[in-house]
């Protein structure tokens, strides 16, 4: 069996790894590049193998960095089939239109700006590319080993990330990888807790937070209605950038656990984003992959999806019509990382405002403009335009969907013996302190994937 590391080596997004064994050649994700203009460029360049030669393609989960290629996958050859947790199968349509619809208006603006003898800006991919990647996928449950190929067998494991994220367990050629996806925390509201894997002779495995701990999730949320409290009496809106998957949900959940205490109802709260409310439906037809807890907030409190004062915003007038709010508002809006989507146009319509407090309450990539503002930028640029920045930004960091260091070592530390392992999905200070902290612990050299890598087992 032989790994070649292609992308979210030295880097949190991009996630594509290439298996061959049993004669075979799998791919572990296609995901999207995502940074500063220059970084997404590469997502145009050519996959480092023949899409044509692949013969089946497995996806961890249906984040954007996960699958974002996977349309231009399809569109360059690929013919084999598509696997994913039959949750990730439903989000997977929503995720692939809007990535295809963001990049469809970027391309239009671009060109409306664009300057004699500029060459003419043209989408990744179009929203009608969605489809034929869309007719490949099978969908399959946790917990359910299967042949995929001959020789080659498969075994999909909760990772506790997202709604259907897996852990991938992966037999040929009489060895076992094991590639841990993204990792959620331990007590992640809504989701169960990422699966223990016992047995593997390679371990790839995410470090996204490789060099430090999440605060307690209690605390977590205490600081964010403490930034409710104070953003009311600054007589301002509170504008939070996050993911249309999984955090948007939690978010809701929290505030329908805390609603009575935090005074929610005092609020106007927008959900401004279409792909969230199609993500929420998703949800409801799920409730099975639900944990202990969700099902008793579900019963109990406000259900979080039907707050009485929540407002799905789905229609481009409904969106522009929030930013004549003043103050009042809280706003969840995408992208995650602020580099796309409709919190652009209310960190345009706010930044400016000393009262406005912007949430941040995800991982920021370097290059996006979710990271210069948690940076400490005092001027940002905003679809063409510069925007001093005055309002108050706060880093949550206990809300991560990524578990932490010690989360990452618990999880490598449920293994049975210690099988050699290979750090994905991280930059290199966070994978170097993970690297370190396990060697020590466990008396084992660690890799560090590296883009072009082979590793053979």
Known sequence: MEVEFHGAAGEVTGSMHLVTAAGRRILLDCGMIQGSRDQERRNFDDFPFAPESLDALVLSHAHIDHIGRVPLLVKRGFR?????????????????????????????????????????????????????????????????????????????RDAGHILGSC??????????????????????????????????????????????????????????????????????????????????????????????????????????????ARVVQVYGRHHDLFDEDARKVWEQKPDPFHLPNLHITESTDESM???????????????????????????????????????????????????RLVDGARWVRIHGRDYHVNAQMHTVGGLSAHTDQRGLMDWYGGFQARPPLVLVHGEDKAREALAGEIGERDGIEVQLSRPGMRLTV
Not at 92 to 117: I, Q, T
Not at 344 to 352: D, F, S, V
Request: with cysteine; net charge negative.
């Open 321 to 371: 019509a929030i930013n004549r709010i003043e103050n009042g508002a809280i706003v969840i809006a995408g992208s995650g990382m602020a580099n796309g989507g409709r919190i652009l146009h209310h960190l345009a319509h706010n930044l400016q405002r000393r009262s406005t407090h912007v949430v941040f309450v995800g991982y920021q990539a370097q290059g996006t403009l979710g990271r």
């Open 80 to 156: 084999g089939p598509i696997f994913i947790q039959r949750a990730g199968a439903d989000l997977m349509p929503v995720m692939l239109k809007d990535s295809a619809s963001l990049a469809e208006s970027d391309a239009d603006r671009a060109n409306r700006r664009r300057r004699a003898g500029e060459p003419v800006a043209v989408p990744l991919y179009a929203i009608e590319d969605v489809e034929p990647a869309m007719r490949l996928v099978q969908a399959l449950d946790y917990d359910h080993r299967q042949p995929i190929l001959p020789g080659v067998e498969l075994c999909l």
């Open 167 to 276: 852990i991938v367990e992966l037999w040929a050629d009489d060895r076992k990888l094991v590639f841990s996806g993204d990792l959620g925390p331990p007590g992640t509201p809504i989701l169960r807790d990422a699966v223990s894997v016992r047995e593997a002779d390679l371990v790839l495995m995410e470090s996204t937070y490789g060099d430090r701990n999440h605060r307690d999730r209690e605390g977590t949320v205490h600081e964010l209605g403490d930034i409710f409290e104070q953003a009311w009496r600054d007589r301002g809106n509170v504008l939070i950038p996050a993911f249309a998957v999984g955090r948007s949900q939690e978010l809701l959940y929290w505030f329908a656990r805390y609603w009575d205490q935090w005074r929610l109802d005092r609020w106007r709260i927008f959900l401004d984003s279409p792909m969230a």
